[in-house]
């Protein structure tokens, strides 16, 4: 019964979404604010019709009604229920609803939003609507999660256990939170586009939208990517695989559009370009939908590959996205391009900042759809991996770094360089002891690993110089820098810690790739495995029972190979799942500070003497904390800018709008 | 509740049939340290052929403990690190690579990113270089209203 609820609610949500675009569009024509709030109205009760469909969802996999043919393929009543319940969002019927649950959700909130003039926010709102009506349609006719099987099952065909975890419990919701708000930015740019009205206005309106997204996008990959390096058990956390590249890619473009946003709010220039980024973003985010769902892409990560439901998306992706680059061509030349500016000013940073974010998008779209696009014309098969973006992708990235803290030291409309390097010699200096310092430290010496440090250390003490200059540390009172320091918009805190976030992330991948080590070998209990600083003995196996597995757990003791660091026990696993047959691995992880020592149970094999032996694999992997605790920063930079008060939506707007009049 | 147990017996006893399949031979490193070193730094650049997305470094399956094995070989046997790549690529062609070859058909794929960053920035410099002629000086009275302005957002945007 709540299973047909669900149904009906998701058929109704689609329903309420076609009226949006109905009642919004034609309260737009007549500028009736009566259907123009029914318009609004409807995307609300749309967006809870989906949280309905949602809920019924969850519900059927909670209780596991196998007789549901989604809970059937993707759950198992020994399950945790925390797992039962995230598998109602990780397979491709269940992960659209929660698609389109954010979709309408945003999109209800962009009703909600106040401030917005009246053509501008009607006509998003009857986008929003559109692009919703598409995915619940999409839902709905090729993808009902709500099909019933008769007979019913009596057990299910459980989840892959690979996704039996925390992190990948949490991290498809915060990925769709990120993928999916940029679909408000869409939605802003093409309404803009349509009401002829871009301005510094509209860029205040859909910074917040976009900064939002980012961040939860940039924690979903965090969580997808700290995942695969704890669970997949080979001390990776990114592999430049086709389904990571098309979740980075709607992050490389939120994070061009949110600063190329900045200059629009500030200065009313770059409109344009801030338009076409708005639409990019969202665009890479349905082309990754595409890439994950369709099944053209051989990854790791491809699920309920499907060519017609790929067709479908692909329908979905060339209206959308085809619609609202077709009305960029021919609306964008009318676009004011706003004050003008010197090259060398903030405006010109930010515009190297997008010309180098977008770049590496293109790099990254490039390396993905390459050798698609190459088989496709020439029938000629080539892997496009770590080393291609290695060459290409990190380069850019790093010069990109080089120049990133003298940004935000520049003034506005013609900053004086001298002024800003000025500012920065210290932390330059200081960068440049880091990378020497890190040359002679860091066995075997690396001078490009060296570099890379000292632009990390670059990018941090960049920050803590812009802090420092903004609150006259060190050059005044400590009491005046604590008041200027309170003083400070959050944004600006934000800002900083973003860039800061990023130093520590570059810092954490450049050690860490550069002076890993592993080691493996089969040994007997007692036996020991040396990696780096690092030996790991083999204390005990025993097989235990899990409520759905069986498990050959590990007891290892981790100790110094020399100096007096505390030996510490980790347990590592090797799991058997019977439901379906496959072997999974849990690795015991040690924390030795910013180092990790990360330990994985092999297969059982026989010692040089025949005795009983396992394989046991060691890493170390030197920084590993910082790849992820960078990410993490960056994020909450984010949420920090979010929080500073002149991006509240209505707050100071009203002001604003009197000047204007 | 016995019923359970005697399954959860049965389990124990396919998943220690499962376990005790015998495993593929575990990988033996290269007694000379340099040359495992430069085996496993060319094991991340190659990738398994079977496999999706995934270099023989990182891979489980049996065919890339054989290519581990073929690239162990080869260098004790004193190949260069190229030699080993293009042995690879006569096998199984350029696919193997992650490092696609630079060739007539991967310009794009090679120089686009850097062409893309040239390009733009030179029309960026180009017109930012055109429009510094168009700028207006204000008249007093702009100068007038901007000074109220930026008084009043200065109060707000500190900084």
Redesign the interface.
């Known amino acids: 019964m709540i299973v047909e609820l669900g149904a009906f609610a998701l058929i109704l949500a689609l329903v309420l979404a076609g009226l949006t675009t109905a009642l919004a569009t034609a309260g737009r024509l007549r500028l009736s604010p009566v259907l123009a709030g029914a318009g609004g109205g409807a995307l609300i009760a749309s967006a809870a019709a989906t949280a309905l469909a949602f809920a019924a969802l969850i519900y059927a996999f909670a209780v596991s009604d196998f007789s549901v043919s989604n809970v059937a393929l993707n759950s198992h009543t020994d399950k945790p229920m925390l797992y039962k319940v995230a598998a109602a969002w990780g397979s491709h019927e269940g992960s659209l609803v929660l698609w389109c649950l954010v979709m309408t959700g945003f999109g209800g909130a962009l009703a909600q939003a106040r401030g917005l003039p009246f053509g501008l926010k009607t006509s998003s709102v009857a986008v929003q609507g559109a692009l919703s009506t598409m995915f619940l349609a999409f839902a709905v006719f090729t993808s009902n999660p709500f099909a019933r099987l008769d007979p019913a099952p009596v057990q299910g065909a459980s989840l892959n256990p690979l996704l039996q975890d925390p992190a990948l419990a949490f991290h498809p919701p915060l990925l769709y939170a990120g993928y999916v708000g940029f679909s408000v930015c869409f939605s802003l740019a093409v309404a803009a586009l349509i009401e002829k009205r871009v301005d510094p206005a509209w860029g205040r309106w859909v910074r917040p939208w976009a900064l939002a997204s980012w961040a939860f996008l940039t924690v979903g990959i965090l969580l997808g990517s700290f995942w695969a390096y704890y669970e ?1 058990g ?1 001390g ?1 956390w990114w ?1 430049w ?2 389904v990571e590249n098309a979740s980075f890619m709607p992050w490389l473009a939120g994070a061009a559009l949110l600063h190329s946003a900045i200059v629009t709010e500030r200065r009313g220039a770059l409109a344009g370009w801030t338009v076409f980024l708005a639409i990019l973003a969202f665009t890479f985010s349905m082309l990754g939908a595409f890439l994950v769902r369709s099944g053209v892409l ?3 990560h ?1 699920f309920a590959v499907d060519p017609e439901r790929g067709m479908m998306l692909l329908a979905i992706l060339g209206v959308a996205a085809g619609a609202a680059f077709i009305l960029f061509a021919f609306r964008a030349p009318a676009i004011r391009s706003g004050a ?4 060398i000013s903030r405006e ?1 940073a930010l ?2 900042n997008n ?2 974010l ?3 998008a ?2 990254v779209l ?2 993905t759809l ?2 698609l696009i ?1 088989e496709g014309i ?1 029938g ?9 973006f290695a ?3 990190v380069p ?1 990235l790093l010069v990109a770094c080089l120049i990133l803290p003298a940004g935000p030291l520049l003034a506005w409309k013609r900053g004086d360089l001298k002024g800003a390097l000025q500012r920065l010699w210290l932390a330059a200096g200081l960068a440049v002891v880091a990378a020497f310092a890190a040359f002679l430290l860091f066995e075997p010496r690396k001078a490009l690993a060296a570099a890379g440090l000292g632009v990390g250390a670059w990018l941090i003490l960049g920050a803590l110089a812009e802090v420092g200059v ?1 609150t006259k540390a060190f050059r005044a009172p400590l009491a005046e820098t604590l008041r200027r320091g309170k ?3 959050l944004g ?1 805190w934000g800002m900083a810690l973003a860039h800061a976030g990023l130093g520590v992330f570059i810092l954490g991948a450049v050690v860490e790739t550069s002076f890993k080590a ?1 080691a ?3 040994v007997p209990l007692g036996g020991v495995v040396s990696s780096g600083p690092w030996r790991v003995r083999l204390d005990a196996v025993e ?1 235990i ?1 899990g409520p759905n597995y ?1 498990a ?1 757990q590990g007891r290892l003791t981790v100790m110094p190979v020399e100096g007096r660091a505390v030996e510490r026990v980790v347990t590592a696993e ?1 799991r ?1 799942f ?1 439901a379906g ?1 496959q ?1 999974t691995t849990e690795v015991g992880l040690d924390f030795r500070g910013l180092d990790d020592v990360y330990v994985v149970m ?4 026989r010692a040089d003497d025949g005795q009983q032996a396992w ?1 046991v694999r060691v890493y170390y992997n030197p920084w590993a904390r910082l790849i992820f605790l960078g990410p993490a920063i960056m994020a909450l930079g984010g949420v920090l800018s979010l929080m500073d ?2 991006l509240r939506v209505g707050a ?1 707007s009203r002001r604003k709008m009197e ?1 204007k009049a | 509740m016995r019923r359970l147990a005697a399954l ?1 017996g049965a ?2 006893l ?3 049939a ?3 399949e015998p ?2 031979a ?2 033996r490193p290269l007694p000379d340290a340099a040359q495992e070193a430069r085996a ?1 730094a060319l094991f ?2 190659i ?1 398994c052929v079977v496999c ?4 023989i ?2 891979s489980p399956a049996g065919i890339a403990a054989d290519m581990r094995r073929l690239v162990r070989e080869e260098i004790a046997a004193g190949k260069s690190d190229q030699a080993v790549r293009q042995d690879l690529v006569r096998r199984y ?9 630079v060739r007539a ?2 310009w ?3 120089f ?3 062409a ?2 040239l390009g ?2 030179a029309v ?2 180009w017109r ?2 055109r ?2 002629v ?2 207006q000086p204000l008249t007093a009275d702009e100068e007038r209203a901007l000074a109220e ?1 930026t008084a009043e957002s200065d109060e ?4």
């Open positions: 997949l080979w990776g592999f695989d086709p051989t990854s790791v491809a003008a500016f010197a090259p010109g515009v190297l010309l180098f977008t770049a590496a293109a790099t490039l390396g390459y050798p190459l020439s000629a098969t080539i892997s496009v991996g770590p080393p291609y060459a290409t992708f850019l903004r003083g400070l918009p600006a592993e493996a070998a089969a097989v029972e069986l050959e090797r058997f019977p047959g072997t092999g297969e059982r094999a394989t008060r002149r100071g000047v | 959860a389990l124990a396919a998943a220690g499962a376990m005790a495993p593929p575990p990988d496993r991340g650049d990738r999706q997305h995934e270099s470094a990182d062609g350029d696919y193997v690579l992650f490092q696609p070859p058909g991967t794009l794929l090679w686009g990113p850097f893309l960053v733009a920035g960026f410099v930012a270089r429009r510094r168009e700028v302005l707000a945007e500190r900084g």
